[in-house]
């Protein structure tokens, strides 16, 4: 190109010159020696430090006038500009030239024909990863329905799309070597047999699809199946407004769209201006229902955010962002770390230093450029997929490269901002010191001697049942009784108060246990934990006011238990007198205290005149293992 032009003969000069002054001489140039009747790619290539202070115009015109002059005229000659910012050396500071000519800069790069970009070296440039330039595509075109009589014309790209990389092809070697024609494809045929015989093949028409319901396959046939598919129709629908707080950021899913005007259309443009701007002076964002394709299967829910463009040559848009439906929402309640015990909270420094790390960390403050923006935060996996490839290629038994220093920026944190805090980073570990724990050796003797003792204070610890409280049983999240212990399961599920089921599920079930406990008894090896559980279940139902559930139990219990097998059970219990709640232990009982002392009496005179009549009853259960001794 320089050649061509006639530009072999040009002189470096190495003073000092202003950005301005620079592109003016560089389009001078390009005019003179390359006019209209001379063909070719007119590109002028800028490499600055952005420390030069650009002048006022002799003409009274602005800078940002010049600016837009001189993009005016690389339109109008077809000149493109590439723009390198060489990083300042001074980190993240910047002066108020370097500031103002990077803001002018950025007014260049609004011009299609100009790219700006911002680099650590100039030289870094030769090997500069750059990403793909994807010509924007519509996801739609149509009308966006604000009612049934209204409606904006209106086109949505894709603002933000995930690259994802290259579909990997199975590649075959079986064609000769040197095959002019082969194409080393792998094609794969599915076939399908039948069960009953296996060497048969299932044509497509005798084939049809099934889901399974439950153990079951249902088959659904194709007709049935585009029949239950919903039909949808194109288009874009309002269904309301709502408060942007409404809508959290951690709601969003997928890729984010744009909504524009329709270009050229001056109502649409005007229409979507003043909606956007009513809902920006609101705080509003618009709930909307979107079909992008005629009969497309899935309906998506998205919010609408307006933005109000800046730029000159840009019209008030809209940004979308597809929400979850209830079923795609996930809930994981945490518990607050307010409610840990004292000595587990960080203390008033400890919070402080951590506030000032993350403070200090912070990749976009408010009063400076953000620091990992993502217009120039590169994808690391797909250079490195790329550069592993290109090596596998050169050598097949090639390691992996190292890694790119483009990419170093991008995984690793920022050496001039970790030096920066550095007197931070140094100030949090001194509030959180990690102290190792010694593991003593201990000899096979000694170990199994202190778990001898620990047994012992484990089993002294059980028996001393009188430090329970009921703060250590609500803390206990019971939620069945077990056969192990019985009574702390039943007082647990008690003294739970999160739901009103606990009381009526711990009586049933502690009724349950009783049985069971009866029904497998082998002379009587079960009847002490029976009693235990019985007296535990009296005592909950008269502290819970249940006493009619007691009562019902107890009588169901006598009629088991008396001139049975488990007859020598119900003597314990009228020996311990475990009678009937009564009117005095709980208001809500339909037994007077005469008619529970009665209820003693009686049965045992029952008992003592039933005893000279009553036979022996044989224990099935024993008669049937001393025939098996």
């Not at 007691?550 to 020996?575: E, H, Q, T, Y």
Request: with cysteine; proline share 5%.
């Amino acid at each position: 190109m320089i050649s061509t032009y006639g530009f072999e003969n040009c002189r470096i000069s190495l003073t000092t010159m202003l950005d301005l002054d620079a592109i003016v001489v560089g389009m001078d140039m390009l005019i003179k020696k390359a006019g209209p009747g001379k063909k070719g790619n007119k590109h002028i290539f800028l490499i600055t430090d952005g420390e030069s202070f650009v002048k006022d115009s002799a003409e009274d015109e602005t800078k940002e006038e010049q600016v837009d002059k001189l993009a005016m005229r690389l339109f109008e000659h077809g000149m493109k500009l590439d723009a390198v910012v060489v990083k300042s050396k001074s980190g993240f500071y910047k002066s108020k030239v370097r500031l103002e000519n990077e803001s002018l800069l950025k007014r260049f790069a609004r011009c299609p024909q100009v790219e700006v970009a911002f680099v650590d070296t100039a030289t870094s440039l030769l090997g500069a990863i750059k990403p793909r330039h994807i010509t924007p595509v519509t996801l739609y075109r149509g009308d966006l329905e604000l009612t049934p009589n209204m409606t904006v014309k209106v086109w949505v790209y894709k603002k933000v799309a995930e690259e994802r990389l290259p579909t990997l092809k199975k590649y075959s070697d079986k064609a000769p070597s040197g095959a002019p024609h082969a194409t080393h494809e792998v094609k794969m045929d599915i076939e399908y047999k039948s069960m009953e015989d296996p060497d048969k093949t299932v044509p497509p028409d005798q084939r049809t699809k099934a889901y399974q319901y439950g153990p079951q396959l249902v088959p659904i046939s194709s007709v049935v199946e585009d029949a239950l598919k919903l039909k949808t129709e194109k288009g874009v629908k309002l269904i309301g407004f709502t408060d942007a707080s409404n809508v959290s950021r951690h709601y969003y899913m997928k890729e984010a769209n744009i909504f524009i005007p329709e270009p050229g259309n001056s109502k649409s443009i005007l229409a979507f201006s003043a909606l956007a701007r009513a809902m920006k002076q609101l705080d509003k964002v618009a709930i909307v229902r979107c079909v992008w394709r005629q009969g497309q299967a899935g309906v998506v829910i998205g919010v609408l955010t307006p933005y109000i463009a800046a730029e000159e040559n840009f019209p008030d848009c809209f940004y979308f962002n597809i929400l979850p439906f209830m079923e795609d929402a996930r809930e994981f309640p945490f518990k607050s770390l307010d409610n840990l015990p004292s000595n587990m909270q960080p203390s008033i420094s400890q919070q402080e230093a951590a506030d000032k790390l993350v403070k200090l960390f912070d990749l976009a403050p408010e009063d400076q450029e953000e620091r990992l923006s993502p217009e120039r935060t590169l994808n690391p996996v797909l250079q490195r997929w790329y550069q592993f490839l290109h090596h596998k290629h050169m050598d097949a038994g090639a390691e992996g490269p190292p890694l790119d220093d483009a990419l170093r920026t991008v995984v690793e944190p920022d050496q001039e901002l970790v030096t920066e805090v550095e007197f931070v980073i140094k100030s949090f570990n001194n509030q959180f010191v990690l102290k190792p724990i010694e593991e003593k050796h201990k000899r096979h003797g000694e170990f199994w001697k202190e778990k001898e003792e620990e047994r012992k204070g484990d089993d002294s610890a059980m028996e001393d049942v009188s430090q329970i409280s009921f703060d250590s049983l609500t803390a206990r999240k019971v939620s069945a009784i077990g056969s192990i212990q019985p009574v702390q399961d039943f007082e647990a599920m008690l003294a739970r108060r999160d739901s009103d089921e606990w009381v009526p599920k711990a009586i049933r079930e502690m009724k349950k246990l009783i049985i069971d406990l009866l029904d497998s008894a082998y002379k009587g090896n079960t009847y002490e934990k029976s009693m235990s559980c019985l007296s535990a279940l009296r005592k909950g139902c008269v502290e819970q006011g249940e006493p009619l559930e007691f009562n019902s139990f107890l009588r169901d219990l006598a009629s088991k238990c008396r001139g049975k097998r488990l007859n020598d059970f119900w003597d314990l219990v009228l020996d311990r007198r475990i009678t009937l709640i009564n009117k005095e232990e709980a208001p809500d009982s339909d037994v007077s205290e005469e008619e529970a002392l009665a209820f003693i009496s009686k049965e045992r005179a029952a008992e003592v005149a039933r005893e000279p009549a009553q036979e022996e009853e044989i224990d099935e259960m024993e008669a049937l293992l001393g025939e098996v001794v």
